[in-house]
């Protein structure tokens, strides 16, 4: 069941902050630009977890890094969200695009997941390329050209993340509106540079450095494709700081 409601529209300028915007990102790799913006930074420890705090303009702004994968953010957003208030939680990061329909650095609002109206967010993107559409939340990286559209096909689905459907249930049991925004990184014709265990080991949240250093040692070809994958994410990343900076 949806909730719909208008993104809040605050004063500009406060005495003091009552309630709060949540930000979660899967990892530092999606967050530096939009924490670099944030000012008055602090951390905290809440819960036996690592919270970054600051403020845009004059909203105050927590900010999470949930993990990849399930089961890490199923406990680290449980813990964020067990004794806090705040009037709305976007989640955000990167995805891949199942289809050719979404781009490289296209923005997109998950329409399936978000319980806001998002019809002010797309006027706060309208300089942006930015598109609604569903999103799928699995527990693997999807990799290959053939698995993304077959995945396509069966879900109806856009684009495809780790996180976005545990942190939704955990937002919709506490009654928290939940914006859904993600940058695309990768397509069926822009996949990984390597397979997705090569790049990053859920399990352990870490990319192990020989396995990854030997699969491009002995497959040179690929190192391109690393190359531009990287200026691909740091582009998306930039994407990813604007947006959020505008939506809230």
């Known amino acids: 069941m949806r909730l719909a409601c208008d993104l809040p529209c605050k004063p500009k300028a406060r005495v003091a902050f009552h309630r709060m915007i949540a930000v979660t990102f899967a990892s530092p790799v999606e967050s530096s630009q939009f924490l670099g913006a944030l000012s008055n930074k602090s951390r905290t420890d809440r819960n036996g977890i690592t919270v ?3 403020t ?13 994968g399930e089961e890490t953010c199923r406990e680290r957003i449980g813990k964020f969200l067990a004794d806090a208030q705040f009037e709305i939680l976007i989640s955000a990061g990167f995805a891949g695009a199942l289809t ?3 781009q490289v650095n296209d923005l997109l609002l998950a329409q399936n997941f978000s319980t806001i ?3 002010q967010a797309q006027i ?3 300089a ?3 598109r609604t559409g569903d999103l799928l939340t699995r527990r693997t990286l999807v990799h290959s050209r053939e698995d993304r559209e077959r995945i396509a096909r069966e879900s109806g689905a856009a684009a495809v993340d780790m996180e976005t459907e545990f942190i939704a249930r955990t937002c919709a049991a506490r009654g928290i509106p939940l914006l859904s925004l993600r940058v695309i990184t990768d397509t069926p014709h822009q996949p990984f540079p390597a397979p997705p265990e090569v790049l990053f080991d859920v399990e352990q949240q870490r990319t192990h450095i020989w396995p990854f250093a030997k699969f491009f040692l002995t497959h040179p070809n690929r190192v391109p494709a690393l190359v531009q994958f990287a200026k691909r994410t ?3 990343r930039t ?3 604007t947006a959020l900076i505008r939506v809230i």
């Open 124 to 126: 706060s993107l309208s």
């Open 239 to 241: 994407t990813l700081g």
């Open 56 to 68: 845009i303009d004059d909203r105050a702004v927590e900010v999470l890094h949930t993990g990849v």
């Open 117 to 119: 109206d998002l019809k």
């Open 128 to 130: 942006l390329s930015v």
């Open 234 to 236: 740091a582009r998306a």
């Open 100 to 102: 050719n329909r979404l």
């Open 52 to 54: 970054v705090c600051g």
